[in-house]
């Protein structure tokens, strides 16, 4: 487990821009390291203020985005093209912008696709999906991903992973259903935390002061059945993007005076 490492911002608009800045320079980086990059996106006001920032961003073209596989963390199981789809406000943010490989845009199957309504069975068909594009180079049946990231929720959960539920108890699979999710629509894809701890990175985004409780529990020593943010992190990096109101209830100790 690698220890987190903390940037606060001042809001949550220079918070995006800034972790829009990061990824770009991590993508490059990981291009020019090995000729591709992997990232999985989240949904969520955070997660899609940064694809906003990366969509403004003129170092945007310093991707090679025919080079690069998007995944997905989880998705609320409803028809392809419903606006309240992960994949469909990604699109709109950015993904439609930029000159992405169709066939390495990965989204997670949708409740009118192949497996119909069995979000258990459109979990399994995305655990194929990632297994058959890990290599033996990786850590187990998914792709050891350059960035992973996450929204933080009110109660600690990420991805669709809920405090307590089933699905952040799960060790063996790396993709499940979730079923009675607290919060609409009760019917998720997810993926589970050890196919979070793949990832090179894990990123964690926290804006807003409806975000402080939960970054301060998760960085406090809770367990992960409780608040499954404390069990997300990466194999190489741990980074927990704030604003200064997600912040606001963490020991000052916990990140230096000098985070922008």
Sequence with gaps: MTPPQLVVHRDKELMAQAAAARLITRIVDAQASRGHASVVLTGGRNGNGLLAALAAAPARDAIDWARLDLWWGDERFLPEGDPERNVTQAREALLDAVPLDPARVHAMPASDGPYGDDADAAAAGYA????AAAGPEDHGPVPSFDVLMLGVGPDTHVA?????????????RTVVGVHGAPKPPP??????????????????LAAGED???????????????????????????????????AASRLPRALYPQASA
């Design 187 to 204: 019917v998720r894809v997810s993926l589970t935390l050890p196919a979070i701890r793949a990832a090179r990175e894990v990123w964690l």
């Design 128 to 131: 194929a999906e990632l297994a």
């Design 160 to 172: 669709s992973l809920f405090p307590e539920l089933p699905a952040v108890r799960e060790t063996e």
């Design 211 to 245: 975000k402080a409780e939960a970054a301060a529990i998760a960085l406090s020593g809770a367990g992960e059945i409780q608040a499954p943010a404390a069990g997300a992190y990466g194999r190489d990096r741990t980074l927990w993007l704030l604003d200064a109101a």
